[in-house]
């Protein structure tokens, strides 16, 4: 008997240590999008003739009413490349809290988004870390100086038996190249 429960612990601890959490990145294949967007060389700041940081507001969760104090949501940042012909370069995607403390930074190397291609990020609805006046930091450049990136924030949730969405859009903090 003590030898079945052991082998079971064991098989359970197995199960739970060797289990990865999901990559919400990869696709169908496996394959991970965020790696085969990352530049092998960062390119200088020399090289931008448009370069912009642009603030987008982020709400992790909303005030209801008095009986519910705040409601939980998803958030997905998206970040599109309206241009036909040139890529947009992506040097910063951080997430910062209503406090103003880094939460997370999502980027580690430089990426390059194609042309009318966009790149999604996910705040999940049980995150609550952002706090109602979270956001994200896009730092964000192109060769091109008549760029038109389109960055947004979608929030989705529910309250009681009623679901409701919205969006926001990113807000530039300083243009450079204009």
């Known amino acids: 008997m003590k030898t079945t429960s052991y082998v079971l612990t064991l098989h359970v601890l197995f199960v739970l240590f060797s289990c990865e959490p999901s990559n919400p990145n990869l696709d169908t294949e496996g394959v991970d999008q965020l790696e085969s967007l990352e530049v092998d060389h960062?390119?200088?700041?020399?090289?931008?003739?448009?370069?912009?940081?642009?603030?987008v507001p982020i709400y992790s969760d909303i005030y209801i009413d008095v009986q519910n104090p705040k409601s939980l949501l998803a958030a997905t940042l998206s970040i599109r490349n309206t241009s036909?012909?040139?890529?947009?370069?992506?040097?910063?995607?951080?997430?910062?809290?209503?406090?103003?403390?880094?939460?997370?930074?999502?980027?580690?190397?430089?990426?390059?988004?194609?042309?009318?291609?966009?790149?999604?990020?996910v705040i999940e609805r049980e995150d609550d870390t952002g706090g109602p006046g979270a956001n994200f930091i896009v730092s964000i450049s192109s060769r091109n100086k008549d760029v038109q990136p389109l960055i947004q924030a979608v929030m989705v949730g529910d309250y009681s038996?009623?679901?409701?969405?919205?969006?926001?859009?990113?807000?530039?903090?300083?243009?450079?190249?204009?």
């Open 42 to 55: 960062a390119l200088e700041k020399g090289e931008m003739a448009y370069q912009d940081i642009v603030y």
């Open 84 to 121: 036909f012909e040139d890529s947009l370069f992506l040097s910063k995607i951080d997430y910062y809290n209503t406090d103003g403390h880094l939460v997370k930074s999502f980027i580690d190397r430089q990426l390059s988004l194609p042309p009318m291609a966009t790149l999604n990020y």
């Open 161 to 178: 038996n009623k679901g409701f969405s919205f969006i926001t859009y990113g807000q530039s903090l300083m243009t450079e190249g204009e």
